[in-house]
């Protein structure tokens, strides 16, 4: 039987993997591999999602009742907030805003997976930047790489996967070396997770409002432990963001979604309780894994980073037969996510054994 004719694929698109997300795990085993909050939601989030619009109706397109709430949260206007289905749509879409044929987008390397996708859908190059020897990003390569043809720049801060964070100093000593044509977006997923001083909060200071080439972006998905519902938000300039909105698939952002995370802001203080919790055990990894000689960067997100090397994939099977299911970058290193607490003295005892 012949193969049959099948649609011509763009040669980019066919040279690249698709994104693949952690692994799952088993009934009995821990699940560190997506960076996922390990707590279940809080009683008032569940009780939000019983009161949704019915299902045979089509969601409000501008997530508006949220991006209202944002918008109070923030000082901003509602137009200065964009709301999708996770901060990663959001990435695409102000990529596909802004990138063509021909065109570049910056960003550091290693960092989250999604990254290198966004500027080939679009038609243009990605132009990876190393990280530092601790997993940091190198701003001053960063915008020596910036050319004419750069449209976008893209910076993760805690940077997934590593963990380190940008300070504020650092990101505005950046942002004066970028022409202010060039989109910088500001990936903040992990922000509520941060307690270095110094680290830039692209909200609480506000940097959209200096500089109009800057997006924030944040989500729902990790310290609010929304992840299954897929939201996350933007804010920044409304000229900018209408572009962003113009790219994205109408009705992606579900009421389930809105009113889960309308009912996570009523409850964030019961919910940062959470991430101090996490931040705690982040912290124990941490120092404990430096104990016994690991080379653990300064993690500030909800996940801990292991430079495993060519060991990589050996050493994920260590933790994968202990039920601990991790993340693993084969030939760079293997990211930990901070789950339930019993998960914590096991990683320990794995990685004791893997030196």
């Known amino acids: 039987m012949t193969d049959p004719i099948l649609p011509r694929i763009r040669p980019a698109i066919a040279a690249l993997a698709p994104y693949r997300q952690g692994k799952q795990a088993g009934p009995d085993a821990f699940k560190l ?12 989030v569940a009780a939000a999602l019983q009161h949704t ?30 709301v999708a289905a996770g901060s990663v749509s959001i990435l695409q879409q102000l990529v596909l805003a802004t990138v063509s044929v021909g065109d570049e987008v910056v960003y550091a390397w290693r960092s989250f997976e999604a990254y290198p996708s966004l500027p080939l859908v679009a038609g243009g190059t990605g132009v ?17 790489a910036v050319t004419d043809r750069t449209r976008a720049v893209i910076l993760c801060t805690p940077n997934n ?31 509520e997770f941060v307690t270095a001083p110094g680290a830039v909060d692209g909200l ?14 944040r989500t729902f998905s990790k310290a609010y432990g929304l992840a299954g519902l897929r939201i996350g938000y933007a804010i920044g ?22 009113n889960a995370a309308i009912a996570s802001l009523d409850a964030e203080s019961e919910l940062l309780e959470r991430v101090a ?75 004791a054994t893997q030196l």
């Open 33 to 44: 591999s997506s960076n996922e909050n390990p707590f279940e939601p809080l009683p008032s």
């Open 53 to 82: 619009t019915p299902i045979n109706r089509y969601p409000d397109a501008t997530a508006g009742r949220l991006r209202e709430r944002l918008g109070v949260r923030y000082a901003v206007a509602p137009e200065q907030v964009h």
């Open 128 to 144: 990876q930047v190393p990280v530092t020897s601790d997993g940091r990003h190198d701003l001053d390569a960063m915008a020596d």
């Open 161 to 191: 996967p590593t963990g380190p964070i940008i300070t504020s100093d650092e990101f505005a000593t950046f942002v004066e070396r970028v022409p202010s044509d060039v989109l910088i977006i500001l990936d903040e997923a992990y922000a």
């Open 204 to 217: 609480a200071e506000r940097v959209f409002e200096r500089h109009p080439n800057v997006v924030v972006l």
């Open 237 to 258: 300039h409304e000229k900018v963001l209408d572009a962003a909105r113009t790219t994205g698939i109408p009705l992606s952002v579900t009421s389930a979604a809105e």
């Open 277 to 351: 919790v996490i931040v705690e055990r982040r912290t124990r990894l941490v120092e404990g894994l430096r104990t016994q000689g690991w080379d653990v960067p300064d993690s500030q997100a909800n996940f801990i980073w292991l430079p495993t090397g060519d060991r990589t994939v050996e050493v994920a099977a260590a933790f994968a037969s202990a039920d601990l299911i991790v993340r693993p970058f084969p030939g760079d290193g293997i990211r930990i996510s901070v789950g339930e607490e019993a998960s914590v003295d096991r990683v320990l005892e794995v990685a």
